[in-house]
């Protein structure tokens, strides 16, 4: 039986941990015919864990598509009871079809039903533990990849800038975090104020005059000049992480915000913010109410963009 990320990764584990349960005991094993032993725990106890940390909340499914043969449902999962029909953390649908099965065969709603609700729970943060490590990447690509650039390839506008505060190293030069590639997508709120801050050529974090006296110093180096003795403007102050978010608001610039690089497991391992809100301005506000890690600079950083961008956007 391969690793499964729950007992590989003790952040993994403490993700929606309750005290005194352990989901890993309720997990079964799986059993295939030519096919390595799977954990899988089921949906009822999947409900289960849901219910003990979210003892408000809800799972709403319905039917999107019904005939006599098939159905396709949607699940949803809420924090609270309360909370309005689009304000989910996760869904997932399902569609199933008639069997001949003498037992279940004709339970493909029923069936239907309970599948989405599991791979909904399990987006939300309740089965998706029990993956396999090395189980098999997307079949599919489902996104835009990050443009790779050679080592030791120059990027014009490029600057030696330090690394800000809360970014990941990147020694293999797979991505550059200050720098990130434009959007290219469907234009929407989000991706005009991203576009904006690289508006001619401009970097992210790069003011238009430190842009200037870069450009003014690499023309006067063609010209085998020696370079302006002139005061250069420095890069913006590092930030702390540790410092509460607050403060960190306070002190963060818009363009700090964007190239402040997400951390740990999740779906946007990896990200600017930058990234985020082009990419999925909706996720902004639960990084702001919800996010529960210790670098506050995303916080910081999702609630600096949606603050420049709600009234812009008013």
Known sequence: MKEILYNKSEAVAALNRVEGFNPVELARTISKENQEDQLYLDVKYRKLWFRLVHPLGKIISHIVSYTENMALVEARVYLDKCDEADNYIANSFSQKFRSNDPQFGDKFLEMAETAAIGRALADAGFGVQFADVGEENDPAQVDAGIPIRPQGASVPGDMNMPPQEGMMPDPAGMQNPSNPAPYMGPQNMMGQFYQ???????????????????????????????????????????????????????????????????????????????????????????????????????????????????????
């Open 196 to 314: 904006q801050a690289q508006a001619g050529g401009m970097m992210v974090g790069q003011s238009p005059s430190m842009q200037a006296a870069q450009s003014q110093g690499m023309g006067r180096q063609t010209q085998n000049q020696a370079p302006s003795m002139q005061p250069q403007q420095t890069a913006p102050q590092l930030l702390d992480g540790n410092l509460p978010v607050e403060e960190l608001v306070k002190r963060m610039t818009y363009e700090q915000a964007l190239q402040v690089v997400i951390g740990g497991n999740g779906k946007f391992k990896g990200k600017t913010m930058g990234q985020v809100a082009t990419e999925s301005p909706g996720s902004l506000d639960w990084f702001v109410k919800q996010y529960s890690g210790s670098n506050h600079l995303v916080p910081a950083a999702a609630k600096v963009i949606l603050d420049k961008a709600l009234p812009m956007a008013g």
